[in-house]
């Protein structure tokens, strides 16, 4: 079993940074954050594998940053640039031990 805790949301202006946070309570292998809009279905944001490479939808190209910290059990994710479309809750996935968890969930808004 593992446990996801995501942390960092908060109410930025748009232009502004946030880094999200993922504290997992032990080693995952695959990991991502997902966000979803008041609304709308979930979405992919950025994705992390087991060997460091990521992947990210177009909108967050550029503007947001996928890490890990394999020693801390940590997952990152640096937002830059903020736009107010980016406003949902922010979720954080990993997978590993034949399953697939999910964090709670971490709210940003991006409004002036």
Partial sequence: QVQLV??????VQPGESLRLSCAATRS???SAWYRQAPGKERELVAGIDSGGRTDYR??????????????????????????????AVYFCYADGYNRSYWG???LVTVSS
Avoid: C, H, W
Wanted: aromatic content about 8%.
């Fill in 28 to 30: 995952v292998f695959n």
């Fill in 6 to 11: 995501e942390s960092g949301g908060g109410l």
């Fill in 104 to 106: 709670k969930g971490t």
């Fill in 58 to 87: 177009d909108s967050a190209k550029g503007r947001f940053t996928i890490s890990r910290d394999n020693a801390k059990n940590m997952v990152y994710l640096q937002m830059n640039s903020l736009k107010p479309e980016d406003t």
